[in-house]
Each structure stands twice: as C-alpha cells, then as structure tokens.
C-alpha cells in the first residue's frame, strides 16, 4: 500500500474530517458507560442523590455537622446557607418544598459557583456523614461496631437522658480526631474519598427524607435526565458513524476510480516492450478486481485504523478507572486474542498472493477460450479445455475456501474470548461488590469497556487479515503504474520542416525485441521518396511487421535511425508523428458501437463525403450501404458480426478517413480474395497518389506493381528493387513469385 499512497493525497481533507469524527465517535461511545454507571450507582441506589452537599437541611442537622468542623470551616458552610423559618418572607413557598419546615427552620443552599460548591462538598461530607452515622447509633446502639465508632465512642457512658450530640460537642478535639481517623481508615479499602462521598450523599438522600422533600421524583428527574444525556450522545454516535461511512465510501471510491484512471492512462502509453511484461488477462485482473481489493480494505481502514486503537486505548483507561484490580481480565483477553490473530496471519497470509495469481490464470483460460471458439469446437476440445477451465478454476476455489475455513472460527473465538471475559468479571466483581470495593454500577461499566476493548482488537484483527490482500494488490498495480515507459516523447523535440514531404530512409537500423538474445533486424537501410508505394515481402518471421512498427514507434531501434521527412523519429513527439501515419494492423480491431463511430475513431470531425468516399475506397460499400442501418449498422464486440474480409475492409477504411501522408498497410489484404484485394490497390492508387505508402504482404499480386519492393529474409535485407529486378536478382523472391503464379493469373 505504502507504494499507491500518493493517490490518497487528493483526500487528505475528507480523512482528516474523518478522523476528527472517529476522535468524536470514540468518544461518545467511551462516554456512554460512565453514564449507565451513574444510573445504576446514583439513579438507582442513591435515589438520584449524587452530591454530599445538601440543597437544604434542617438547622439541627448543620448543627451537629458543626461539631465536627471548625469553626472557619463551618463559617463557611453556614455563609452560603440562608435560614428560613416562620418569619421569612418566603415560608409559605419555601413549606411546599420542605413540609419539615412546620416544625423547624431549615438552611437553604444559596446560588453557588462550581467553585464553591466543591469546597463546600469537601468540607461537609466527611461531618455529614459522622453525624448521620451517631445518628443511627442514638437510634440502633448494637450497630456501633459497624459504623466505626467502637474505639472513640461508648454509649454506654453518657448520663440518662443526655443528647448524644451535646456529649460529643463537649468531646476534646483528640477524640473527635480519633473518630475522623476511624471514619478514613474504614472506608480507605472502600475507595477512600469516593467512598465517603456516596456514604455522604446516602445521608443526605435521609436528610431529604427527613424534610418531607419527594425523593421519588429526584430519582426520576435524575435519570431522566442522564438518561437524556446518554439518547444524545448515542445520537452524536450515529451521526458520526454515518458520516464517516460516507467519507470512507468516497475516500474508497474515489481512490479506485484515480487508480483505475491512472492505469488506463499507463498502460495506453505501453509500448511492445511494456506488453511483453504483463498479459492482457494480467492487466484486466489489476485493473478490476485487485482495485476492487484496495477499495474494500480503504473503507475498512478509514473506518477502522484510527478508531481501534482510540476506543481499545480509552476503554483500557476507563475500565482501569472503574476497577484497578481486575485489569489482568482485559490483559489475558487481548494477549489470547493476540495469538488468535498471529496465528491465522501466518496461516493465511501467504495464500493472499497466490489467490492473485489464480484469478489471473482464471481469466487468462477464460479469455482464451471465449476468444478462440471456433478453434476449440473446430478442433473438438470442448472437454479438454473444460478441463482446463476446470482445473484452474478448482484450485482458485481449493484456495478460497481454505482461507474461509480459516476465517470461519474467527468470530467463534471471539464470542468465546469475549463471553469468557464477561463470566470473569461477574465472578470477581461480585466479590468485590459483596465486599463494598466496588459499587455494581462500575462493574456493569468495566464489562462494557472489556468488551470495547476486545471488540477494538477484534477490529485490528480484521484489518491484519485483509491488509495482506490488499497490499498484494497494490503492489501489482504498482509494478504496472511504476514500469517505466520506453517509448517517450524527447525531451527537447523537433518538429517537421515545412513543407513536409512522406519520405522514409532507414539508416543501418537494428532492432531487438526486450530480453532477446539477439536482434530481430539486421543492418537495414532504404530510402522512401515522397509518394512512392512500397511492398515488403519474406519468409515467416523474417521481420516485416517489425520494420513498418518502427516508423510509427511502436518499437525503438537498438541501432541506426529512421527518418521521416529527414528528422529522426526520436526526436519527433509521438502525437506529431502519428499524425502523419494511417496505420492498418496485421490484425483487424474493430470497436463497439456503430459502423460510422469505428470509422470516426481516426478523424471524429470528418464529414459523411469523407466517410463514404473511404468506405468506396476499402471495398465495403456493397456490404454497408446494402443494409437499411447503412453506416448506423451495430459492430458487435470485435466486430465479430462481420466476416474477416470485412472486418479488413472496415479497418483499412477507418485508416483512409485520416487522409495522411503515409500509410501503412500490415498484411491487411490477407482474408481478401484476389479480385477484391486488386479493386482495392486501383482504388489506392487512384485516390492516394501524393501518399507514400508501406504493404506488407505475403503475396506477390498484392505488392508486384509497387515501385519498389523489399525482400526479407532472416531479418536482413537481402533484395531491393521491382517486380521484374526481383524476379532477376533475388532468388527468394523469385522462389515465392512463381509458387503463386497459378494464382496471379487467375486474379
């Protein structure tokens, strides 16, 4: 992946807005266990109850609160507190709030900042929490023991019928010191402070109580209201959730659609040279289904890469925050899952590379067969080639499914790790709840950030799993976008003299195909006058086709220079060369669509006259026009709706609609029959007199009336001349020229 990462550039701000609102989903989903914590711990067991500091309480309570403050501190608490009693001029509001205030003044918490009120809340739980505790002793004198006054404090001393609070507001301070030692050390293994507040909030849930003060509806206004905050944040989740799917859907989409286009681009560049590294079955697979491969795992990694570690690394943190003592759950999890995942990379990994290479012979065989039909039913190898489809197809299968059995227990061993790691948690958190070390809010949170944490392992895994694939796809696509083009515009071009004239020299050109041990052509040389017809003949593979694709560079010569109109070709751009070439293939192509959009392919502005008149030309006016559709008639793909005479016919029109300077002809008069092929070299002639023009042919009728003929033989040139010098001086010529004499004549 690292080598295709220049194309996720143009992305660079829908990722950076993606990672922003994982950073927000991540968030939002961490957040959202502390919130059912809460409504377990305080809605539930607290009664809504979650501050020490009261919002009223009765003139005793604070009272006896003061005895175990100082007297700043308990300045203090009473300068924020206003007493309200018969005479205030409120009392009748301030009595349907507190019916408790019919038989006592009560203090009511005045507005405070968040400022004050957690130093009031420090100062006051602690002594809250003492005096509720002496209260509940003064009621049940047996509970002492438990509620850790034993050592400081003995009931059994004070005088009959004395208040417990004024015995303890005559205690030495060392005693009541003694007593704010016993209340730390008991709720130290409790969790300390915490502890003491939500003891402290439970006094003032009594208090409350005491006041007359509807407790139910604050237990239902404080859930309903966390409640509410949790439906927002779920919301915010969603929100961003369904964002970042849209933005990885376009990032992903977007990097296929930029690959796909660079690789066509690439490859429309390739010359031979580059087509000799890849077959055509190879470049279709990169450029379908490997890129399918990289959009999958993009998705995958937008969503997922940025989101994993953020919710596995806070979810350990907060689950750390709920309860210290059990992070060696989430640590066996992880490290069992980690081996999980180690093991099926190393098992599947290397099978990801070889699925590549399977699809790519799949479609090779596919492609071969489709294309060859009439070769395989002609020959009776239905069975054999279904064998062979066969075969290719059973092991890409065999692949597939090993990888799918390898993936299939997954998500099997996840649930199991995950249920495993719940059953452990309810064991040891039951115990720790039966002991008061925790509250069972924050284990109900901890299950929930263990599964977090599991599930983003689980996401990480995944992306292990499918990475391989993805990175062997991009380093095929890679290996096609990074293959260097041989065939390049210069760096300083030159241009055409004016006026331009079709004239054609090779110069001692040599030319060798990529990795060959030796060269193809072998010390050429001829010279083309502007206007003059030239036929190349030879034996099979003797270089013909080699020497006309060097003029139009579809091949660079390894030694000499080609020149056209007396610059070398090298030094021309290819669009300005080409421009001046109308090339016909050794083999027809024809497009899909209509016979006029095949024929536009050469020159899209030219006119109908110049369609027809081209069409006349090639020969392929009886055939076309002889149709209601005329020049609209349908081309099936590769023009397989035609004959192959036809198809030539169409394809030397296509050429002839360009009206160049040079044509080149490669053995395009092949599959026609030899009256046909002489109407159409008359018709040539006739109409392309200014023209140089290049016919590679195996006939002798097709090229005997040119003005000059080039025998091959070997890849060297071992005659040159006319019809009648040839026939003199070269006895290969010679030799072919009477093999078809018989056939001459009947043309």
Same mark, same amino acid.
């Given at each position: ?11 660079? =701000? ?50 006896? *609160? ?69 209260? +509940? ?103 961003? *959730? ?50 399918? +491969?990289?959009?999958?795992?993009? *998705? ?100 597939? =499914? ?80 990074? *293959? ?122 030219? $006119? ?116 009648? $010098?040839?026939?003199?001086?070269? $006895? ?7 093999? +078809? ?7």
């Amino acid at each position: 992946m690292r080598r295709i990462l220049k194309y996720y550039k143009p992305f660079s =701000l829908l990722l950076i807005a993606a990672i922003v609102l994982l950073f927000v989903q991540a968030n939002a989903d961490l957040a959202l266990p502390d919130y059912m914590a809460d409504i377990v711990n305080v809605g539930i067991q607290q009664n809504g109850v979650d501050s020490p500091l009261p919002e009223a309480a009765r003139q005793s309570t604070l009272e006896h *609160t003061g005895i175990f403050m100082t007297a700043e501190e308990e300045s203090d608490v009473l300068a924020n507190y206003t007493l309200i009693d018969a005479n205030s001029p409120d009392y009748e509001s301030y009595l349907e709030d507190y019916p408790a205030l019919a038989d006592e003044a009560v203090y009511v918490l005045q507005e405070v900042d968040a400022e004050t009120r957690a130093s009031l809340e420090a100062i006051l739980s602690k002594p809250l929490l003492i005096s509720f505790g002496i209260q +509940q002793i003064s009621e049940n004198p047996d509970q002492a023991d438990m509620l850790f006054l034993s050592g400081g404090f003995d009931l059994s001393k004070l005088p009959a019928g004395m208040d417990i609070f004024s015995a303890m507001e005559m205690m030495p301070e060392s005693q009541k010191s003694q007593i704010s030692t016993a209340l730390d050390e008991r709720f130290e293994a409790l969790g300390g402070e915490r502890a003491i507040r939500m003891a402290a909030s439970r006094a003032v849930l009594a208090e409350y109580e005491s006041l007359g003060i509807d407790t139910a509806a604050i237990q239902r206004d404080y859930i309903l209201h966390v409640g509410g905050i949790m439906l927002l944040i779920a919301l915010v989740s969603a929100v961003a *959730t369904i964002t970042v799917g849209l933005l990885s859907a376009r990032v992903a989409a977007g990097v296929a659609r930029d690959l796909r286009r660079a690789l066509y681009e690439h490859v429309l560049r390739f010359s031979g040279t580059e087509f000799s590294r890849f077959s055509t079955a190879s470049l279709i697979t990169r450029s379908t289904n490997d890129i399918t +491969q990289i959009q999958s795992v993009t *998705t995958m990694l937008v969503r997922m890469m940025f989101f994993a570690p953020i919710i596995g690394i806070g979810a350990i943190f907060h689950a750390l925050d709920k309860s210290p003592s059990m992070w060696w759950i989430i640590a066996l999890a992880v490290a069992v899952l980690l081996s999980m995942i180690a093991t099926i990379f190393s098992v599947a990994g290397p099978k990801f590379k070889i699925i590549q290479q399977l699809i790519d012979r799949l479609n090779l065989i596919a492609r071969e067969n489709l294309t060859g039909m009439m070769v395989v039913r002609a020959f009776g190898r239905e069975k054999g080639e279904e064998k062979r489809f066969n075969s290719a197809n059973q092991d890409l299968t065999d692949t597939n =499914l090993f990888i799918s059995r390898v993936f299939v227990i997954v998500m099997p061993f996840m649930m199991l790790i995950m249920n495993g790691a719940t059953m452990l948690i309810l064991w040891i958190g039951s115990h720790e709840v039966a002991q008061a070390q925790m509250q069972v809010g924050d284990m109900m949170a901890f299950m929930q950030y263990a599964i977090q944490v599991v599930f983003a392992f689980m996401m990480l895994s995944m992306l292990f799993i499918t990475y391989p694939r993805a990175d062997v796809s991009a380093n095929r696509i890679a290996d096609v976008l990074e *293959t260097d083009i041989t065939i390049l515009d210069p760096k300083e071009p030159k241009h055409f003299p004016e006026p331009f004239q079709p004239t054609i020299e090779f110069r001692s050109v040599s030319s060798r195909y990529p990795k060959a041990e030796s060269d193809v052509l072998h010390n050429i040389s001829f010279k083309v006058e502007a206007g003059q017809t030239v036929g190349i003949m030879g034996t099979t593979g003797s270089g013909k086709s080699t020497v006309v694709d060097l003029i139009p560079r579809f091949f660079d010569v390894t030694k000499g220079q080609i020149l056209v109109n007396g610059t070398d070709v090298r030094d021309l751009p290819l669009s300005e060369l080409r421009e001046v070439i109308g090339y016909v293939p050794q083999t027809s192509n024809l497009f899909t669509g209509t016979v006029e959009s095949n024929l536009r392919f050469a020159s899209e502005d030219a $006119d109908e006259e110049t369609l027809h008149q081209a069409l006349e030309i090639a020969q392929a006016g009886d055939f076309v026009f002889s149709t209601p559709e005329e020049i609209q008639a349908e081309v099936s793909q590769g023009g397989i709706n035609f004959s192959g005479g036809q198809k030539q016919r169409l394809t030397i029109a296509r050429a002839l609609v360009k009206k160049s300077p040079i044509y080149i002809f490669d053995d395009s008069f092949s599959a026609l029959d030899y009256k046909t092929d002489a109407r159409l070299r008359r018709a040539l002639i006739k109409h392309l007199g200014g023209s140089t023009i290049f016919i590679v042919s195996q006939r002798v009728a097709t090229i005997k009336n040119a003005g000059k003929i080039l025998v091959l033989d070997e890849g060297r040139l071992i005659g040159k001349g006319t019809h009648q $010098d040839l026939m003199q001086s070269c $006895d290969v010529y010679r030799e072919i020229a009477l093999s +078809q004499l018989k056939q001459e004549a009947l043309a």
